[in-house]
């Protein structure tokens, strides 16, 4: 089993982004996709996950609106997007899987650190 | 929202007894899962469903929850131990982490 994540960006606040998460290994479409963030001196927080089967999505309340999650079924990729990126978004962003509703989350990338920085 | 609340840290000496703690309103009526997380590392599911140890996680650990407390317990703490710890549950599709203790192996 692998989660290998996108590598590390760079962007200015107001731009754009989508970082990847691409599953081997496994039925990529058994195991919910989540995505875990991790600001600067920080502990972890919840961003949101997706059922690949059916695309449907749930986010962490204080983040909706801001981050969409999406997927490529035929990719076996996950993506985290923003529409407008804050300083505010810089950590590290990890996608980990989880097989059902209560399930823990078995198997984690290695983390996406995006900076965001005028 | 639902809250968890862990210690910022914990110390123990190697070969002792470590326990971490997630405190939450009738926390015992959730499933809690815990994660192992080493710097520059990606987290580890350690305990998963408050008790069932996961895939290639010595016995060392283990896990109960109860009324208003989840607890990770490690024995014979050693040096590769050392890392935070979070507890994390569904609140009911929401998931929901602890803020993290740091275990340090004096």
């Known amino acids: 089993v692998q989660l290998v994540q996108s590598g590390g960006e760079v962007k200015k606040p107001g731009q754009s982004l989508r970082i990847s998460c691409q599953g081997s290994?496994?039925?990529?479409?058994?195991?919910?996709i989540n995505w875990v963030r991790q600001l600067p001196g920080k502990g972890l927080e919840w961003v949101g996950h997706i059922d690949p089967r059916s695309t449907f999505t749930t986010y962490n309340p204080s983040l909706q609106g801001h981050v969409s999650v999406s997927v490529d079924e035929s990719l076996n990729t996950a993506y985290l997007q923003w529409s407008s990126l804050r300083a505010s978004d810089t950590g590290i962003y990890f996608c980990a899987r989880q097989e059902g509703g209560l399930d823990g989350l078995d198997f984690w990338g290695q983390g996406t650190l995006v900076t965001v920085s005028s | 929202s639902y809250v968890l609340t862990q210690a910022p840290s914990v110390s123990v000496a190697p070969g002792k007894t470590a326990r971490i703690t997630c405190g939450g309103d009738?926390?015992?009526?959730?499933?809690v899962h815990w994660y192992q997380h080493k710097p520059g590392q990606a987290p580890v599911l350690v305990m998963s469903y408050d008790s069932g140890r996961a895939s290639g996680i010595p016995e060392r650990f283990s896990g109960s929850n109860s009324g208003n407390t989840a607890t990770l317990t490690i024995s014979r703490v050693e040096a590769g131990d050392e890392a935070d710890y979070y507890c994390?549950?569904?609140?009911?599709?929401?998931?929901?982490f602890g803020g993290g203790t740091r275990l340090t192996v004096l």
């Open positions: 009738n926390i015992g009526s959730q499933n």
């Open positions: 994390q549950l569904w609140d009911p599709a929401t998931g929901v």
């Open positions: 290994g496994y039925t990529f479409s058994d195991y919910w």
